[in-house]
């Protein structure tokens, strides 16, 4: 059972480049989102989709979109790459709602140069 | 809006020692709250939960209690390991809503031998 699996895992842009960061989970969980981690911040969620069809924004979406593509995938885009977007980026899903946990992915560590 | 807070690292303690790592929140209703940890180079998982107040989670040495009236989750371990160094993340799922996650910004640990 692989859990929840990110690609790529690690990656360089330059400025304004694009690329999507992809997440897929073979636990059949209804939610999935994806956080960024930067120092003395802890993790700080972009986009959320409570279900299959639905996406929200989180607390940091600028320069973000996302896509549910089924109920197994959710893809990250950054459209125009920024220095700011360096970080290291996780996807979680979650089974229910409610007191469910979290289950993430290994993280990819993107730098923008 | 929900928050947490935990209190700043790095802490540095030797083996055996005893630790409390804090953590408070603000929440509307009735979250669950989590302990996470990130091992170096990982994502994050669960260490432990509680989903109501005076709920006591525990896992590997590790305890937390759900304080309703002080809105606090500490954790503590009566005898940590060098295996133990790692990052710990407190963090809340709301009972309503979304239903996200919501992490405090982590505690660095270094366990000397």
């Known amino acids: 059972n692989a859990g929840v699996t990110q690609t790529p895992k690690f990656q360089v842009l330059k400025t304004g480049q694009s690329m999507t960061l992809q997440c897929a989970q073979d636990?059949?969980?209804?939610?999935m989102y994806w956080y960024r981690q930067d120092p003395g911040m802890g993790l700080r969620l972009i986009y959320y989709?409570?279900?299959?069809?639905?996406?929200d924004k989180g607390e940091v979406p600028n320069g973000y979109n996302v896509s549910r593509l089924n109920k197994r995938e959710f893809s990250l885009r950054l459209e125009s790459a920024a220095p700011s977007q360096t970080s290291v980026y996780f996807c979680?899903?979650?089974?229910?709602?409610?007191?469910?946990?979290?289950?993430f992915g290994q993280g990819t560590r993107l730098t923008v140069v | 809006g929900n928050s947490v807070t935990q209190m700043e690292g790095p802490v540095t303690l030797s083996e055996e020692a005893f630790l409390t790592i804090n953590c408070t929140y603000t929440?509307?209703?009735?979250?669950?709250l989590f302990w996470y940890v990130q091992y170096p180079g990982e994502g994050l998982q669960l260490l432990l939960k509680?989903?109501?107040?005076?709920d006591k989670g525990s896992n590997k040495g590790f305890e937390a209690t759900y304080r309703k009236e002080t809105t606090s989750f500490h954790l503590e371990k009566g005898s940590v390991q060098v295996s133990d160094s790692a990052v710990y993340f407190c963090?809340?799922?709301?009972?309503?809503?979304?239903?996200?996650?919501?992490f405090g910004a982590g505690t660095r640990l270094f366990v000397k031998a």
């Open positions: 979680a899903s979650i089974p229910m709602s409610g007191s469910t946990e979290a289950f």
């Open positions: 636990m059949n969980h209804n939610s």
């Open positions: 989709s409570a279900s299959e069809g639905t996406t």
């Open positions: 929440a509307t209703g009735y979250p669950s």
């Open positions: 509680a989903t109501k107040a005076d």
């Open positions: 963090a809340l799922r709301e009972g309503t809503g979304g239903f996200k996650t919501i």
